[in-house]
């Protein structure tokens, strides 16, 4: 499977930008998904996973701002991301695997294939 995201740019904090991964395989019943990102000198983050069962899953740094949702019809992950912040400001990754069931943080971060990322900069 290939990965391709895009929906990246620059803006202002209290900003909204919405991110998209659309991927060239892409098996509903067997989705593993996630977005993560990796700011400048540090550890890649992991940030929302979403299963075969539509269960999204969110890491506490972001959630109640970030959303994660598929769109099956068009072989597309998006994150809706809302009220930004210089904190926010990274490289973003989608990251996809197939597993029908456990789909959790740890397998994405083991056997995911990844995208090539799309720069968010918060800045005012």
């Known amino acids: 499977v290939q990965l391709a995201e895009s929906g990246g740019g620059i803006v202002q904090p209290g900003g909204s930008l919405r991110l998209s991964c659309v991927a060239s395989?892409?098996?509903?019943?067997?989705?593993?998904m996630g977005w993560f990102r990796q700011a400048p000198g540090k550890e890649r983050e992991w940030l929302a996973r979403?299963?075969?069962?539509?269960?999204?899953t969110y890491a506490d740094s972001i959630k109640g701002r970030f959303t994660i949702s598929p769109d099956d019809a068009s072989n597309t992950l998006y994150l809706q991301m809302t009220s930004l912040n210089t904190d926010d400001t990274a490289m973003y990754y989608c990251?996809?695997?197939?597993?029908?069931?456990?789909?959790?943080?740890?397998?994405?971060?083991?056997?995911?294939?990844w995208g090539q990322g799309t720069q968010v900069t918060v800045s005012s």
């Open positions: 990251a996809a695997a197939q597993i029908p069931m456990g789909c959790s943080t740890a397998f994405l971060k083991k056997y995911a294939t």
């Open positions: 395989e892409y098996t509903p019943a067997r989705r593993c």
């Open positions: 979403i299963d075969a069962t539509g269960t999204a």
